[in-house]
């Protein structure tokens, strides 16, 4: 399949692949439980999800735990990572990029989490609306920040991590959004450790139309 960049060419082949094994660990599940526990305590009930970019599903897993009525949907653009997605059940599995996503429906959380990190910063606005636009209610990004944009070597490659204020940018192309909640996990913590990850919950005053002309 012919990509866009060279980012979603990357996650889609070997190195996607290799990931994958790298970050099979039920540990990692109970401390998601414990990460979206959190931030669903300040959502209240939601009966609608979908992760941009959710590799395995190991925060579907953990939201499936946490919300076992929820109806739960994916992006997810690596073959591999969309074969054990099938495994977990239960998920609705967009399998392509994040970047040919078109939504159809609106959903009542929509989320990231290390994911727009690794999207081309051309490609970001074009990912914002697609949020925004998913989006009847909530938005969460949990990923890398930074005040300004960075590049970080990662794992040997270049252009391949970059990290800014993702959910600034964000409320500052949509300005109704309102900031919810805030906080970070250290990947020390002795108990439920995250990968050094800050997540923002964002809300929409109202529910909007999903727009089909989405380009």
Known sequence: MQYKTEQEEFWAGEFGD??????????????NCVFFSKIFYRTGAVSSIIEFGS????????IKRLLPKAELSAIEINRKAVRQLKIVGGINIHQMSILDFKPESGKDFVFTKGVLIHINPSELPRVYDLLYQTSNRYICIAEYY???PVEVTYRGYGERLFKRDFAGELMDKYKD???????FV????TEHPQDDITW????????????????
């Open 18 to 31: 290799t990931y994958i094994e790298r970050n099979k660990c039920e540990s990692m599940v109970e401390s």
């Open 55 to 62: 590799n395995i599903g190991l925060n579907l897993v953990a």
């Open 146 to 148: 930074n005040p300004v």
């Open 177 to 183: 959004l309102a900031l919810v909640d805030y906080g």
């Open 186 to 189: 250290y990947h020390k913590d």
């Open 200 to 215: 923002f919950l964002l809300k929409k005053p109202r529910s909007i139309k999903i727009k089909k002309t989405c380009n």
